[in-house]
């Protein structure tokens, strides 16, 4: 199972709903279910769907009015957008889960996680 890392106070917004597109650097080719990672926590905390990754958002005004499908404020978005943070991977059907579920961050993985098998059960049997 893959399993993205996600940062505060971004991974909570997905998982209360208040979030349904990742911003990333690049285009994400994956479709399908995914673990949720928190950043720097060793844990995975919840779960999701991608169903999409939209093309760039090539300007400031169109960063803002994603706004309610990114939740970054206005405060931030200058910054993100000159960052490059504006390839909007969309999410469906996030879940937290009921208990996190540890596992082993491999050196080097930034962005995705592939969960060892035992913690990928783990995983589906708290997200059916």
Excluded at 71 to 100: C, K, M, N, S, Y
Aim: charged content about 20%; glycine content about 8%; proline content about 8%.
């Amino acid at each position: 199972m893959k399993a993205l890392v996600v940062d505060e106070p971004w991974i909570g917004m997905i998982l209360r709903g208040e979030k349904t597109w990742e911003m990333r650097k690049g285009v994400c080719k994956y479709r399908g279910p995914i673990a949720l990672i928190r950043k720097g926590s060793g844990q995975v905390v919840g779960t999701a769907r991608v169903v999409d990754c939209r093309p760039a958002l090539d300007t400031s005004a169109a960063y803002a009015a994603a706004q309610p499908h990114h939740g970054i404020l206005p405060a931030r978005q200058g910054q993100a957008f000159a960052d490059g943070w504006r390839t909007p991977w969309v999410l469906a059907e996030a879940r937290r889960l009921p208990h996190a579920v540890p596992y082993k961050h491999p050196s080097g993985a930034v962005i995705w996680v592939n969960l060892a098998p035992d913690v990928a059960t783990q995983v589906e049997v708290q997200a059916r």
